[in-house]
Nanobody
């Protein structure tokens, strides 16, 4: 069974940094897109960033320049380095895998989510 397991969430002060990890099992995703979405309380799930099977990346405007997505195909793991965090980044962050377009409906596999809270 394919599973995506996120880790690394927690409480961080504004301006701080946090690194999330997503470990995949059950199959390799080396040739597939992987990415991160997030969902704040009372809001819809939204795209954070995507990394393709060949390593190209895309970020939503609100995190551009602050967040970096990367992957380690040997470990079948994707990462999200988050810098200069602010209160608007508070959300549950979800790992996603295997999709041709970066929309919620297109994602084949989801992780369970890890909570990130940015507060002083």
């Amino acid at each position: 069974q394919v599973r995506l397991v996120e880790s690394g969430g927690g409480l961080v002060q504004p301006g701080g940094s946090l690194k999330l990890s997503c470990a995949a099992s059950g199959r390799t995703f080396s040739s597939d897109s992987m990415g991160w979405f997030r969902q704040a309380p009372g809001k819809e799930r939204e795209l954070v960033g995507v990394i393709s099977g060949i390593g190209s990346t895309y970020y939503t405007d609100s995190v551009q320049g602050r967040f970096t997505i990367s992957r380690d195909n040997v470990k079948n793991t994707v990462y999200l380095q988050m810098n200069n965090l602010n209160a608007e980044d508070t959300a549950v962050y979800y790992c996603a895998a295997d999709f041709t377009v970066a929309t919620v409906a297109a994602v084949r596999y989801w992780g369970q989510g890890t909570r990130v809270t940015v507060s002083s």
